[in-house]
């Protein structure tokens, strides 16, 4: 199995940008602790600030990927593009979120992604992309 995870803008900032909410280690460790989790997955991961980065890197592996775990940051709020990247491929999409957005501003209550995934996992930290992982698999 083959899945990728695509991070969206800000969240190359995990260990240092609000860490009561966003915890205090870099996805990139935690990438290894998913890895090591997972060794029968063939995990990748994308992470990038801009919006037209991430419709790219989901139109390449759409057609040959087994999943995508997408947390688009606040791109979930306003990108009808990205929206529409993940209608448009055949590779199941589940929106991921380490914090709970319904907690939050009320602004970010509102997914425009969530249409076009497989379902969303929001509020539970890091441990919402493990969760994602085992519902793929």
Known sequence: ????????????????????????????????????TFP??????????????????IHEVGFSFDAILLNAGGYTH???????????VTTPTLEVHISNIYKREEFRHKSIISKSCVGMISGLGLKGYELGIRYFL
């Not at 990728?4 to 602790?33: D, Q």
């Not at 029968?40 to 890197?57: C, F, M, P, R």
């Not at 306003?78 to 209608?87: F, H, Y």
């Open 1 to 36: 199995m083959k899945i990728l995870i695509i991070n969206g803008p800000n969240l190359n900032l995990l260990g240092k940008r609000e860490p009561e909410v966003y915890g205090s280690i870099s996805f990139e460790e935690y990438f290894e602790v998913l890895k090591s």
């Open 40 to 57: 029968e997955v063939k995990l990748h991961y994308y992470q990038s600030n801009v919006e037209g980065e991430l419709i790219n890197k």
């Open 78 to 88: 306003t990108s009808v593009a990205i929206s529409d990247a993940i209608a448009g």
